[in-house]
């Protein structure tokens, strides 16, 4: 009915001042909700990033085996690897990587962590680690120094190495043993996983493999690369059954911690919102409360003349999700606004945090809007008013 | 007092026995006390009274705004207090219009809006709606008004606009509760002449409760209500 609609329409501004207020107040609240959902999308999506970009990638697949005492004798074909992935239509990239257990040495100190062998034009499509070194601090393999190794800041300064400075690498090769040999600092990295930082190093694939004592085609570990992250679980199945003899895992099973934040992430959303959703809920019982209990005369005329009880709650409700959506509108507009002012340069949480602890993620959050919880806040925000605005109704309507 | 039968074409509102009795603490008071009453098509008739005779509760009762405690209410020859709530509010939508004392008007409709807005409610093509506002808004002489809002209004105005509401769907009778209670004499003596035209013209029945010497001075019938009973029924010819 027209005129019912152009009623609720015009009934929100007759107290402009109350319904300005109260449009403000949800329009602040969805910003706030909204916006903070884009900030911790941000900060989930930075972690993910960091961690997925620079240490597991998407999915890894190491021999059955292999396990995490990275087993030298436990390598794969390949061959056999690589002929299966080039099958795959959703696998876009893939590192083939030697893994290592080695002892790193100087006049200084030793240090013992995971040495990684990789190619690094394959490398660099599967992870960020190059972008990470400094132009001061050397390169990723890109330079003339014969037997070069990446190391990590930390690990260069409890070595008290530098650039070119020469280190004493020592590992068992397949047969059990003891390897030596001498490496030049070929370049410095600085993630944001002190932990990482500090037990993980790179050398060249082809300045490795003679120290191991395994085939030239020999690899221990396949870092991947999907075309669509969400279709991890489905690739992951698909290579399971294509190399059954193999282990195929995802980012979260290489890394629990991600899959803790996962879902700690979507919980903690779930009850921020949540908070939001009650908050507004009253607020719009109240306001609606005093907006319809100063016209119960009005109401009661509308009634004696004809206007069915249904018809008035109608109206009612119509004012409710008006005065909603308008709100709505303003809040998820300054949303936009606000994450497009920071989408390029952040907003640097770097304040609240110890200078020289690095937890595996950015101190910058890019706030990052994800539709589907905007389409959240468009649908719920007007039904949980609609609600709210059912017990006015009602009192008004005795 | 002139004893109409149901059967005759003319009657519009028909009560028997009608008594509403309200509970104050712990005495009963009778508001309307075994009414039997008829109203016939086109009458311009007032019900007076003083203060607390129960002329308000005997035009409540006949608009289906209020149950008996007893008696029957016939509209048309429909009982109304047979009908259920939401088919009451409908037989009020198409059958009777109001004035009312205070609160008439939509304040967010425009005088044009409120006017038509019964027959938008009934769902009224639109076409008609628009020549039967015009029409009306010609009567009452607010032509020039129709864009206004009703707080731009003066109270007679106001009241005029209401009567044009109350008639725009052309029901069976119109019920005005006290229309002139807060009007000056100019104003309460524009919108009766209004009131008497529209009655003239339209052949709408009016039934109005008033204890305004102007508004008895223009009805044709005056029915006095004293402690909630019939004591004079009275026809004049003006």
Redesign the interface.
């Known amino acids: 009915?027209?005129?019912i609609y152009?009623?609720a329409f015009?009934?929100i501004f007759?107290k402009k001042g109350r319904s300005g207020l109260i449009i403000i107040i949800i329009a602040l609240g969805v910003f706030a909700a909204s916006f903070g959902v884009s900030l911790s999308n941000g900060w989930s999506e930075s972690v993910y990033r960091e961690h997925i970009d620079m240490q597991t990638s998407q999915l890894q697949i190491h021999a059955n085996k292999f396990s995490d005492a990275n087993e030298v004798a436990e390598f794969m074909d390949k061959s056999v690897v690589q002929e299966t992935l080039s099958a795959v239509d959703e696998v876009v990239y893939a590192s083939y990587r030697l893994k290592t257990n080695a002892l790193l040495s100087t006049a200084y100190t030793s240090v013992g962590l995971i040495l990684i062998g990789v190619d690094r034009d394959e490398e660099i499509k599967v992870s960020s680690i190059h972008s990470t070194i400094g132009s001061d601090d050397g390169n990723f393999f890109e330079s003339d120094i014969v037997r070069p190794i990446v190391i990590s800041k930390s690990s260069a300064e409890r070595l008290n190495a530098g650039i070119n400075s020469k280190i004493i690498l020592s590992l068992q090769d397949s047969s059990g043993e003891i390897q030596r040999t001498m490496f030049r600092v070929g370049g410095l990295y600085q993630t944001n996983s002190t932990r990482f930082d500090n037990t993980t190093a790179f050398v060249k694939k082809s300045d490795l493999i003679p120290y191991l004592n395994i085939p030239e085609e020999a690899i221990h570990e396949v870092a991947i690369v999907v075309k669509d992250f969400r279709q991890c679980d489905e690739v992951k199945h698909k290579l399971s059954q294509l190399l059954p003899r193999h282990d195929i895992k995802k980012w979260d099973e290489l890394y629990p911690l991600l899959h803790l934040i996962n879902a700690w992430h979507g919980i903690a959303t779930f009850l921020f919102l949540l908070l939001f959703f009650i908050a507004l809920g009253v607020s719009t019982t109240n306001f609606m409360m005093m907006s319809v209990l100063e016209r119960k005369?009005?109401f009661r005329?509308?009634?004696?003349?004809?206007?069915?009880?249904n018809?008035i709650g109608l109206m009612i409700i119509m004012e409710t999700l008006f005065t909603t959506l308008i709100a709505i509108s303003i809040g998820l507009l300054l949303c936009v606004l606000a994450a497009e002012t920071f989408s390029k340069s952040g907003i640097d949480i770097k304040f609240l945090f110890d200078n020289n602890s690095r937890h595996g993620y950015s101190t910058v959050i890019y706030p990052t809007i994800n539709n589907r919880d905007f389409v959240h806040i468009f649908v719920l925000v007007p039904a949980i008013s609609i609600i709210a605005t059912l017990s006015p109704i009602k009192k008004v309507l005795k | 007092m002139d004893k109409l039968k149901d059967n005759d074409k003319s009657i519009i509102v028909r009560t028997e026995e009608l008594s509403k009795s309200f509970l104050n603490g712990q005495s009963i008071i009778k508001a309307t006390d075994r009414i039997n009453l008829t109203i016939a098509s086109g009458e311009f008739t007032a019900v007076v009274g003083p203060s607390g005779s129960g002329k308000t509760t005997l035009l409540n009762l006949i608009?289906g705004?209020t149950k008996p405690s007893s008696g029957k209410v016939f509209v048309k020859g429909t009982d109304i207090n047979q009908l259920k709530?939401?088919e009451l509010?409908?037989f009020?939508?198409?059958n009777i219009?109001?004035v009312?004392q205070?609160?008439?008007l939509?304040?967010?409709?425009t005088v044009e809006?409120n006017i038509g807005?019964?027959m938008?409610?009934?769902g009224a093509d639109k076409e008609q709606r628009i020549a039967r506002t015009a029409e009306l808004l010609e009567l009452i002489g607010m032509k020039d008004r129709a864009g206004s809002r009703p707080s731009t209004l003066s109270g007679g105005q106001k009241q005029r606009v209401a009567v044009a509401?109350?008639l725009a769907s052309k029901p069976l009778f119109i019920l005005a509760d006290e229309p002139t209670a807060n009007l000056d004499t100019e104003a309460a003596e524009t919108l009766l002449n209004t009131m008497l035209l529209l009655n003239e013209k339209e052949k709408i029945t009016f039934l109005f409760s008033t204890h305004d010497p102007r508004v008895m001075n223009k009805a044709r019938r005056l029915i006095t209500l004293e402690d909630g009973r019939i004591t004079k029924d009275e026809r004049y010819v003006r």
Do not use: S
């Not at chain 1, 005329?301 to 009880?309: E, I, R, S, W």
């Open positions: 009915m027209k005129i152009k009623m015009r009934n007759r005369g009005e005329m509308l009634n004696k003349v004809g206007m069915a009880g018809r | 608009g705004l709530d939401k509010v409908n009020r939508l198409h219009g109001f009312f205070l609160l008439n939509i304040p967010v409709l809006e807005f019964v938008e409610l009934q509401r109350a």
